[in-house]
């Protein structure tokens, strides 16, 4: 444009500004930024006006990066100076227009003088207070868009480019070469062009995008109708369960909501049906909870147990197919569960366990006390002084009433029998042949998570101590049947 | 570059010290390295390659007479001053290699922080175990590595 030789720094239309608006991915994970500026070093892709060019280098394992287009440009269409998407959803800006059903590109033009008198304008209006065009502030995010959008930085982008001399074959620089040394990816998407992806115009990523968001499946809602239940995979320590039920409330009223911190899930059970698939189909690949994206599927309920000769029984075989899955917290909620059914109806079948996780490996009956957590005095608040004694007690009796324990499990599974044996022995206490024992040590300390399920193990307790006889020889007939029990429940 | 100006043509004008006629032979071989590297052609190699060469003979040309010298002390301070005064040796640079820290700089340019953005030295001042990126070559001299460590 005009040879502007002598230059009135104010009074000119070039643009400066102190630092540069650009994405979080662009920006890199280094804390510690060290950033060239340098004012109208060059001119803008877009408008071609000279503005301020930054350069840093966005990590350790990535090129230079330099601002590509002036503020006014990317201000205009709220996009980062540097990859051109957009700041809010690192959406192209195809993407975002078509989601929110924005048309910016009527006011811009685009042709030579037009567009640069334009970017003129706008810059000094902005400049002046006014304000001219803030409308991406105020649309309200909708479900495409917010599927859509990335939720964490991606720094493949920041890679280097590759070597062109390696393609050929020529590269001599070998080990010392900064280009990646990678044969370049082709096809319909490396066909880009800075303009078209800016004014959101035959944007070949964009329409990638915008097929994949048609065809994105809805959660198929699973045959058999009594699950109420949704995993949620994805999860972090920032999650807590008052997060997902902020999120689950508005579908349904929760049941129940179970975290698996271990496994990084959380069941979400409704009370009803509906609720839940309500819930499914409003937040199904939409669900962000604190910039985290979790995964939405169905519960697995796992197989139903084969036999359940007590509910005692019952109950044991629920409690042990965690088999080391969920930490104590949720066994013991599970325990109060099953402690109202089992003492309401005998021998009803346990309810169902919701568990997308595959069935636990198959695990041998013996449980060494080496296998034992607690015995060898790991700390486990508010369960440590009843359990280590308890599973002691537990062992010392299980061995000469069972059968030779079989050989210990391969190594491998060492890591994921840590639970079993508290899982396993809890219910013990009340049916073993320790009735002063167990009248003495005080069971709601065991049963510590579940208030309302203290009931029935004072109520067997005392049973058996008033008939230490036939408890005495009613443990024998419930050994076989535990052990056929667990033996079966490990499937 | 380093301000120094072309070895003077053998003329009758010039009074060469004693002890000249041991070390000639090597400064002329060197000088006619030199000569190569200024007319090798630029074909196959990076704008800032092609001057990589001069730099590593400027290099050995000052590191020889420095040894001889400052190590070796087989020649006079006369002779040595003669051949800095003629150019055969960079005295900048020379003074320098007397710097701890600096026994192996490759060249004035690397340690100038006026020349590179954020005021640091070039990385190839940088010890090899500090770095993250075990080869490199600088992109003023070529210099794959001059701290004094390694």
């Known amino acids: 444009m005009a040879h502007r030789l002598l230059r009135d720094h104010e009074a000119d239309g070039w643009e400066r500004s102190d630092f540069p608006i650009i994405c979080e991915s662009c920006l890199g994970d280094n804390p510690y930024v060290r950033m060239t500026k340098a004012d109208y070093d060059k001119e803008c892709k877009i408008c071609t006006r000279p503005f301020t060019v930054f350069r840093w280098r966005p990590g350790r394992e990535s090129r230079y990066k330099k601002t590509e287009v002036c503020q006014t440009c990317s201000k205009l269409k709220n996009v980062c100076q540097v990859c051109l998407l957009d700041l809010e959803y690192g959406l192209p800006v195809q993407v975002r227009d078509t989601a929110l059903s924005i048309n910016s590109n009527d006011a811009i033009p685009k042709s030579d003088v037009n567009k640069e008198y334009f970017a003129e304008e706008h810059d000094r209006r902005a400049r002046a207070g006014l304000d001219y065009e803030s409308s991406y502030g105020k649309v309200r995010p909708n479900d495409t868009i917010l599927k859509l959008q990335r939720t964490t930085p991606y720094y493949k982008r920041n890679r280097a480019h590759i070597c062109s001399f390696y393609v050929r074959g020529e590269c001599t620089r070998g080990a010392e070469c900064p280009y990646r040394h990678e044969m370049p990816v082709t096809g319909e998407l490396s066909q880009q062009n800075i303009k078209d992806r800016y004014y959101g115009v035959n944007d070949p990523v964009a329409l990638k995008l915008l097929n994949k968001a048609g065809e994105m499946p809805s959660l198929e809602a699973p045959e058999d109708e009594s699950i109420k239940t949704l995993y949620v995979g994805g999860l972090d320590k920032r999650v807590t369960e008052q997060d997902l039920r902020d999120n689950f409330y508005a579908h349904g009223e929760i049941e129940s909501i179970k975290m698996v911190l271990d496994k990084a899930c959380a069941f979400v059970t409704y009370t009803t049906r509906e609720g839940a698939e309500k819930a499914a189909e409003e937040l199904s690949n939409k669900l962000v909870i604190k910039g985290l994206r979790l995964k939405l599927m169905w519960g697995k309920p796992q197989a139903p147990r084969p036999e359940s000769e007590t509910s005692e029984g019952a109950r044991q075989q629920a409690a042990v197919a965690h088999s080391g899955m969920l930490p104590r917290s949720v066994i013991s909620q599970q325990q109060n569960q099953f402690q109202p059914s089992g003492s309401g109806v005998q021998g009803q079948p346990p309810p169902m366990q919701y568990f997308n996780i595959p069935p636990p490996p198959q695990l041998d009956r013996a449980f060494y006390p080496s296998m034992d957590p607690q015995r060898m005095g790991a700390l486990v608040p508010s369960h440590d002084g009843e359990n280590k004694s308890g599973s002691e007690k537990q062992q010392g009796q299980h061995y000469p009433s069972q059968a030779m324990p079989p050989p210990p499990p391969p190594h491998g599974q060492y890591p994921h029998q840590h639970y079993p044996p508290y899982g396993y022995m809890q219910p013990m206490p009340p049916y073993q042949q320790y009735p002063p024992y167990h009248s003495a040590i005080p069971p709601p300390q065991h049963y510590q998570h579940s208030g309302p399920a203290r009931p029935p193990p004072p109520v067997n307790a005392p049973s058996a101590s008033t008939t230490p006889a036939s408890a005495s020889s009613g443990s024998a007939p419930p050994i076989p049947g535990l052990s056929a029990a667990s033996g079966s429940s490990h499937q | ?150």
């Open chain 2, 1 to 150: 570059m380093t301000g120094q100006t072309m070895p003077k043509v053998k003329t009758n004008r010039v009074k060469y010290p004693e002890g000249w006629e041991l070390i000639e032979s090597t400064l002329r071989e060197l000088q006619a390295k030199m000569r190569e590297a200024e007319n090798d052609p630029h074909e196959g190699k990076r704008k800032c390659e092609t001057l990589w060469p001069i730099f590593k003979i400027v290099h050995q040309k000052s590191r020889y007479i420095f040894y001889l010298y400052h190590r070796r002390k087989e020649i006079s301070k006369e002779l040595y001053e003669f051949c800095l005064d003629q150019g055969y040796a960079d005295r900048n640079l020379i003074a320098k290699w007397k710097k701890p820290g600096y026994e192996r700089l490759c060249c004035l340019r690397c340690m100038q922080p006026r020349d590179h953005n954020f005021a640091t030295a070039c990385v190839c001042r940088v010890p090899k175990h500090l770095r993250e990126e075990k080869v490199i070559e600088c992109v003023h001299c070529g210099c794959k590595g001059c701290a004094s460590g390694d």
